[in-house]
């Protein structure tokens, strides 16, 4: 081995994610389907696991019973006492921890695949939470490839104190495909969905047979910091995002550029003196959250050429 060959163990167990949010359709639809019938997503040596995690609230076709799974899945949380008394989504994280993870037990899943829905104009995206793994790197850089022209971004949100608790326990990937309504399923949406897990499990299989991937370099847009809206002295919003900047997910956003708009036409623009890219406009889950938009910056990421250790 040398210093710019990477060599991993083969994977072994693979697991899809659907429903985390129980109103994004998409995940939810393919994982029952797969459930029904699952010769797409099977490769040879390889376990693959279709699964829903928060049936409740796919049940009630709402984000969350509780609180967000998708923000449970902390050291804290997953060390609670379990007792009835805890929140619907902490029990669920901790049965999901159980079954599928967690992280570095020998057990546990090598990847997860969990699929989600944004209302904003995000096309296909990957999320990264990690920008010195050369296997990622090189799977993501595979799905690019193979769905060009298509476009499909991956949003690093490696970031020293925006903590987003999802999955250091368990290796969860997070694939969002948008814009789609919550609620809605959308023709074009499952079709991108579909074919991104079909380039991963395909990028697996590969690797598993012994392919070389080639040092490889992917952009990538780096999370900066979460915008809230502007609020008036109760709480309130008191203005919305402006239409220049509506549905232009990924699109440099200039210093003085329109940002919201309130209802008396004022016009309120991005400061600061450099160049972001707007990622999550105007998402319907992010109301609660206290977030207009994410601003990132542009960047490319190495990897180094990696094989499976087992050839
Ligand atoms: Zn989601």
């Not at 910091?225 to 699109?251: F, T």
Request: aromatic residues 10%; charged residues 25%; proline residues 6%.
């Amino acid at each position: 081995m040398t210093s710019c060959h990477v060599t991993e163990d083969p994977i072994k167990k693979v697991a899809i994610f659907g429903g985390t949010h129980g109103n994004e359709l998409t995940g939810v639809f393919l994982v029952k389907h797969w459930l029904e019938n699952g010769a797409e997503i099977q490769r040879t040596g390889l376990e693959v696991k279709p699964f829903i995690t928060n049936p409740r609230a796919v049940k009630k076709c709402t984000r969350y019973i509780d609180c967000d799974l998708n923000r449970v899945f902390d050291s804290e949380n997953l060390g609670k006492t379990m007792s009835k008394d805890l929140p619907y989504e902490v029990r669920r994280a901790q049965e999901i921890n159980h079954l599928f993870g967690p992280k570095d037990n020998e057990d546990s899943y090598d990847v997860i695949f969990d699929l989600h829905n944004t209302t904003s104009n995000m096309g296909c995206t990957l999320i990264l939470e990690d920008s010195g793994n050369d296997f990622l790197i090189q799977m993501f850089h595979y799905i690019k490839t193979s769905l060009a022209p298509l476009p499909c971004y991956v949003y690093l949100i490696e970031h020293p104190s925006l903590k987003y608790a999802t999955t250091r326990s368990i290796a969860k990937y997070p694939v969002e495909v948008g814009p789609q309504p919550q609620g809605v399923l959308r023709a074009d949406i499952l079709d991108q969905m579909r074919k991104m897990i079909k380039h991963a499990l395909d990028f697996i299989q590969n690797f598993n047979e012994g392919k070389e991937f080639p040092p490889c370099a992917i952009e990538v847009y780096k999370i900066m910091e979460k915008v809230d809206y502007p609020r008036n002295e109760n709480g309130d919003i008191a203005a919305i995002i402006h239409p220049n900047l509506q549905d232009q997910d990924w699109k440099p956003l200039h210093p003085g550029d329109p940002v919201f708009l309130t209802l008396d036409g004022q016009i309120i623009p991005l400061g600061g003196d450099g160049t972001v890219y707007p990622v999550f406009v105007n998402e319907a889950a992010y109301y609660e959250k206290r977030e207009a938009f994410a601003k990132t910056t542009k960047l490319t990421l190495n990897a180094k050429s990696v094989r499976s250790s087992l050839h």
